[in-house]
């Protein structure tokens, strides 16, 4: 048996999109201090992508936002575990209300 090997991928996967390190980008677009924190964890984690590893970084603003490529793949694991359980998969994510803006993909 092949020994496992555990991987910390970090405790932060939030962003306030008020702070001062994010409101210039989230003014123009929102989701955008999604967006950067994802963009900051795919650095950081850019050998496990260069040893053939996947890696999804999920990132999530305090106000509701996810960033899109976490929409993607929340929205394919979905429908893998329908496929599996013969469930009906979903059109869309279920969000509180104040997450709406990201439901429709």
């Known amino acids: 048996m092949a020994a496992r090997q555990a991987l910390d991928l970090g405790r932060h996967i939030g962003a306030h999109p008020i702070a001062d390190s994010y409101v ?12 950067q924190v994802a963009g900051q964890k795919t650095a950081k ?8 590893r996947l890696f999804q970084p999920i990132a999530a603003e305090t106000l509701g936002p996810l960033n899109q ?3 993607a793949f929340f929205l394919e694991l979905g429908h893998k575990i329908a496929s599996i359980s013969g469930d009906k998969p979903r059109a869309q994510l279920s969000f509180p209300a104040h997450f709406d803006h990201c439901s429709a993909l």
Not at 24 to 35: L, V
Not at 45 to 52: E, H, P, R, S, V
């Open 69 to 71: 490529s976490s929409i």
């Open 45 to 52: 984690y850019d050998l496990l992508a260069q040893t053939g």
């Open 24 to 35: 210039s980008a989230t003014a123009r677009s929102g989701g955008a201090a999604a967006e």
